[in-house]
């Protein structure tokens, strides 16, 4: 490819897009008590779901350090430019350090290109754009085409989320534990979204698994009407089976071109919990 295109462990990449392109991933940490650990480098996700389940504890994460970002800027050919896609910067410090990194770099090398580009989304929403920059990548779009693209499909990305527990959220710290035994008890499941900002803000509160999944789709067409040039991306935590079910529920519905699903990384899997869903799309 003439284009790097990078990202960092907040981005969930469906195996399709990883195969056909050489991205670029610079990983996470996650924080146990006993142990620390480089997502997807030195913990994979079948551990990082049973080691939740051993210790009974969440992990905090940490971003990717301006050092970690600047190695891998500087391990890509200088003639080539660098497309980053970073985390939300409503979520992480991830972007702030791919950029601190990106002027550590221009200071030596002052005619690399560096694009570091704030998603404003997270998980599938950046498999999502990967997706999008393969397309265009493919159709022949110069550096800065892409970038001016990518730019204008950030302020069009929709991210959605259902949650089929709040245990994490409480283990967590993000939501009050009698809050949280309160709507555990009423069955209470929340829908979120990312904000126009990036950060993540809930959309509705539904008593029932399945009527919190009809409100999850049916919130799609809340967004868009024109689905046939269109593709869903959607991401699981450990539920594989789930995530599909309700795939092909969504497709029934809504006719989108095509679909990726993949399992969710630890970063949101933290505070999703077991058969947490988000999906991503462009909205109209």
Not at 22 to 42: M, N, R, S, W
Not at 222 to 229: A, C, G, L, S, V
Not at 246 to 253: D, P, S, Y
């Amino acid at each position: 490819m003439t284009i790097q295109l990078m990202t960092d462990g907040g981005a969930d990449i469906p195996k399709r897009i990883a195969e056909a392109m050489d991205i670029v991933t610079v990983p996470l940490y996650l924080h146990f008590k006993d142990q620390h650990y480089k997502a997807g480098e030195t913990i994979d996700l079948k551990t990082f779901h049973q080691k939740i389940k051993d210790t009974d504890e969440l992990p905090r994460s940490a971003a990717p350090s301006p050092n970690d970002f600047y190695d891998a800027y500087k391990r890509i050919e200088s003639s080539k430019p660098i497309i980053m896609l970073s985390l939300s910067k409503g979520l992480s410090a991830t972007y702030e350090n791919a950029r601190l990194a990106k002027n550590m770099l221009l200071e030596e090398e002052p005619d690399r290109k560096i694009e570091v580009i704030n998603t404003k989304t997270a998980s599938c929403g950046i498999g999502l754009l990967l997706h999008e920059a393969k397309v265009k990548i493919e159709e022949g779009f110069t550096y800065n085409q892409l970038v001016e693209h990518l730019h204008q499909l950030v302020e069009q990305t929709t991210t959605l989320f259902v949650l089929k527990t709040l245990e994490n959220l409480i283990k967590g710290g993000r939501l009050d534990k009698v809050k949280g035994t309160i709507a555990k008890t009423l069955n209470i499941k929340v829908l979120m979204k990312a904000s126009e900002e990036g950060t993540i803000e809930v959309a509705d509160r539904v008593r029932g698994d399945k009527k919190s999944i009809r409100r999850f789709i049916e919130q799609i067409g809340e967004y868009t009407k024109d689905f046939e040039d269109k593709v869903i991306s959607m991401t699981h935590c450990n539920a594989e089976d789930r995530a599909k079910h309700v795939l092909e529920e969504i497709r029934k519905k809504y006719p989108f071109k095509d679909a990726y699903v993949t399992e969710m990384g630890p970063l949101i899997a933290t505070y999703a919990g077991e058969g947490g869903l988000v999906i991503s799309f462009l909205k109209d």
